[in-house]
């Protein structure tokens, strides 16, 4: 049960990541956007990680905190662009 609000803090986080990696390519010194892609793909691997190893012991349904995840993720940066 903790591996899956893991995976979706995680998934939640990685959109969010990506989200500011992009909104920042363009207004950003190179240092940061090296740093916010290296935060975002390390989110990223930990999430799937995480995930491939409880689907190799054979439970299948982590598949819904990756879908809840990412579904409040884009929720969160829906928000965020109207501040952005």
Avoid at 11 to 38: D, H, P
Wanted: glycine share 8%; hydrophobic share 55%.
């Amino acid at each position: 049960m903790i591996e899956y609000c893991l995976i979706i803090i995680m998934q939640i986080l990685y959109i969010i990541a990506k989200f500011v990696g992009t909104r920042n390519v363009f207004q950003t010194s190179l240092k940061r956007r090296i740093v916010v892609a290296n935060l975002a793909n390390f989110i990223w691997l930990i999430s799937t990680t995480l995930g491939v190893g409880i689907m190799l012991k054979g439970d299948y349904l982590v598949v819904i905190p990756y879908l809840v995840g990412v579904t409040l993720g884009v929720i969160v940066e829906d928000k965020l662009r109207k501040y952005f």
